[in-house]
């Protein structure tokens, strides 16, 4: 079956970076599209970021310019890099593997989180 595990969450300070890692197996990486979804305390699980199989990226408009997603098909591994972390992105981060139904949607497969807090 399919499995996604996420790990790279952290303590960081305000200003500072993350780069968070998804291990997918049981499942043709190279076909997927990829993405990242987080969900931070009282509040709605939501996208942050996509990479799709011929590697089109999209992005929350409240990271564009400072999170980047990439993926690494010979290691079946999904990245995202957080630049310049600010305390509104303290949430727990999770790989996902979306599917577009006239806008990306979550899968029904899911990791276990990874925690990312960022202190002011």
């Known amino acids: 079956q399919v499995q996604l595990v996420e790990s790279g969450g952290g303590l960081v300070q305000a200003g500072g970076s993350l780069r968070l890692s998804c291990v997918a197996s049981g499942t043709v990486f190279r076909i997927d599209a990829m993405g990242w979804y987080r969900q931070a305390p009282g509040k709605q699980r939501e996208l942050v970021a996509v990479i799709s199989s011929g590697f089109t990226t999209k992005y929350a408009d409240s990271v564009k310019g400072r999170f980047a997603i990439s993926r690494d098909n010979a290691k079946n591994t999904v990245f995202l890099q957080m630049n310049n972390l600010k305390p509104e992105n303290t949430a727990v981060y999770y790989c996902?593997?979306?599917?577009?139904?006239?806008?990306?949607?979550?899968?029904?497969?899911w990791g276990q989180g990874t925690q990312v807090t960022v202190s002011s």
């Open positions: 996902n593997r979306p599917v577009w139904l006239d806008k990306w949607s979550p899968g029904d497969i």
